[in-house]
């Protein structure tokens, strides 16, 4: 008996020790496929159809003359070697766009390559390009539109046809388009449904893509930011609650750090800003190298995953002027990061701590969690050691895979790590110390920095479109003098506006030349009069959004004013 009872005694000090530290925690957790695709980092697409001869970004069944279609310089193992430039493990082939216009030779449609010229209909693009992934050691997902436009299923449906009657048939094509690509150009990485998928293909995914992360529809895994900016808000999380990941149309704004399911986020964008399709006017909308490094820093250096296009011309080739900027962009991340400082990798616990063997210029820190045990971590500290004392560098919230911390170059001689929120015990996977030459943080990041968060927003409280916000700011202004409030938006899909704002002094309605609105979303405020113990400034904003059919959520912050523009 008393041995039982000092087993149950045993038992129970586990428990609470357990539960203080907080790892009996169910925290939700990569698949072994999610953690295959998490770590390729960078994804390139492309984006190649009957848009590109028409120079538009959608194509459409109609008069089009697929004799058009002959790209006699088309050469995929060229496309392979285009994604390997900037450090790409995966390509993901748009094999059949909205129009319905499919490159391989299907006999679900006549519109597809058997009936252009290129290899005198005998072609067959998406077996090159799986051939030419294998050669090259890159993944290969594919990107099969659910809809059909020749079925009335347009941009947007997921696969619903306009007209009930034709769903039932246009349901037996789609599915036997699905189950041709999946069942014969071997293991896909990555099935993309864009637009959601209504159309039920659950049999074919459970049997052909078990090794593959699907973009939206009902068996979604991977999550779209809501944006093709290809830059997500920060904080960023992989995971979302199972009950929305099922509607197959989750996005960045369903983030929950204590969701029960694992849905890692993509980061998509066009390198022309904004086309996916080529044309010769798109070529001068070519992205610079400084854009795409800031995307870097907020997909990749979020814990995302970047997923960059590329599209080839009329011939089949990538343009030059593209290749020479995918080569820039891998030369600049090789640049930054392939050699640390220094380093230490796979650390337990709350406080991690790197000591220099002498004074030593930092100015990024790039670091990860062992994801794989979820979203542990949910706040932290990193610090310098100066002359003997320390001083904050930066602070954050959320990591996962990856997070990319830049600041102004300081000289330290040792940087600790402190985790001052966590719902597990920490692991961190590693931590690197980078002195980046030829750096400079971004003017954008050096001023969000003097700016201080005062209130928040969410469409979940709008009504028919719109919402009014009180927004308290006498805490932050506590002497006269001129302030700067501005309106931001964490999660765009469509975007949000201030329709309205009315400033409220000392509780009273007071002439709104106090109030200067300088832009869609940036306010002056003139507090001229004495500020008192009771005094209060408050600015009542009426925000309405674009499109009641997406969710959207934002910030207002405060600063005083910089008087230098």
């Not at 709008?462 to 006269?480: A, C, H, K, M």
């Amino acid at each position: 008996m008393k041995n039982f009872l000092l087993i149950c005694l045993l038992v129970l000090a586990v428990k609470v020790t357990a539960q203080k530290s907080g790892d009996v925690k169910a925290l939700a957790k990569p698949s072994n496929v999610q953690f295959e695709w998490h770590e390729q980092e960078r994804i390139m697409f492309i984006h190649f159809g009957i848009a590109t001869w028409l120079g538009q970004e959608y194509d459409e069944q109609g008069n089009f003359d697929l004799k058009r279609i002959n790209p006699t310089n088309l050469n995929t193992d060229e496309w392979c070697e285009t994604a390997k430039l900037w450090g790409a493990k995966e390509i993901i082939f748009v094999a059949k766009h909205v129009g319905g216009f499919c490159w391989w030779p299907t006999r679900t449609t006549e519109y597809c390559v058997r009936n252009i010229p290129w290899k005198n209909g005998k072609g067959d693009l998406l077996k090159e390009i799986s051939t030419s992934c294998k050669k090259a050691g890159l993944n290969l997902g594919v990107y099969i539109y659910p809809g059909d436009v020749s079925f009335g299923a347009g941009i947007g449906s997921g696969g619903k046809t306009a007209d009930p009657s034709l769903q039932t048939e246009y349901n037996k094509v789609y599915r036997q388009q699905l189950l041709e690509v999946l069942a014969n150009y071997g293991q896909m990485m990555e099935v993309w449904f864009d637009g959601n998928c209504v159309i039920d293909v659950n049999d074919i995914l459970e049997k052909y893509a078990k090794k593959s992360v699907i973009f939206q529809s009902k068996q979604a895994s991977i999550r779209w930011p809501g944006t093709e900016s290809g830059k997500l808000s920060y904080p960023a999380w992989n995971t979302v609650s199972s009950e929305k990941l099922i509607t197959g149309l989750t996005t960045q704004y369903d983030d929950d750090p204590n969701g029960d399911a694992w849905a890692p986020l993509e980061s998509n964008l066009p390198l022309y800003n904004h086309n996916w399709f080529w044309n010769p006017t798109n070529e001068s909308k070519r992205r610079s190298l400084d854009e795409l490094m800031e995307v870097y820093y907020k997909s990749v250096g979020y814990g995302s995953v970047m997923l960059l296009n590329s599209t080839p011309d009329t011939t089949g080739k990538i343009p030059y002027g593209d290749r020479l900027i995918y080569k820039k962009l891998g030369d600049e991340i090789n640049r930054r990061f392939n050699k640390a400082e220094d380093s230490i990798l796979n650390k337990l616990g709350s406080v991690v701590q790197v000591n220099l063997k002498k004074p030593t210029p930092i100015n990024h820190i790039v670091w990860g969690e062992d994801y794989r045990m979820g979203h542990r971590i949910r706040a932290y500290q990193l610090a310098g050691k100066i002359n003997g004392q320390w001083k904050t560098l930066i602070e954050g919230t959320s990591v996962g895979r990856k997070k990319i911390d830049p600041f102004e170059t300081t000289e330290v001689t040792a940087v600790k790590l402190t985790i001052t929120k966590f719902a597990a015990t920490p692991s961190i996977k590693y931590l690197k110390l980078y002195n980046v030459k030829n750096y400079e943080l971004p003017v954008s990041q050096k001023e969000m920095a003097q700016w201080t968060n005062c209130g928040n927003w969410d469409t979940k409280t709008f009504e028919n479109g719109r919402d009014t916000i009180d927004v308290d700011l006498s805490f932050y202004i506590q002497q006269p003098g001129q302030y700067e409030v501005k309106f931001l938006q964490d999660v765009v899909v469509t975007g949000a506006n201030v329709k309205d704002a009315i400033i409220e002094i000392d509780h009273q309605n007071t002439l709104q030349t106090y109030l200067i609105r300088k832009g869609n979303d940036l306010f002056y405020i003139n507090r001229t009069a004495q500020i008192s113990i009771n005094s209060a400034t408050k600015i009542r904003f009426i925000v309405e959004s674009d499109n009641q059919s997406f969710q959207n959520r934002g910030r207002f912050v405060i600063r005083k004013r910089v008087i230098n523009e």
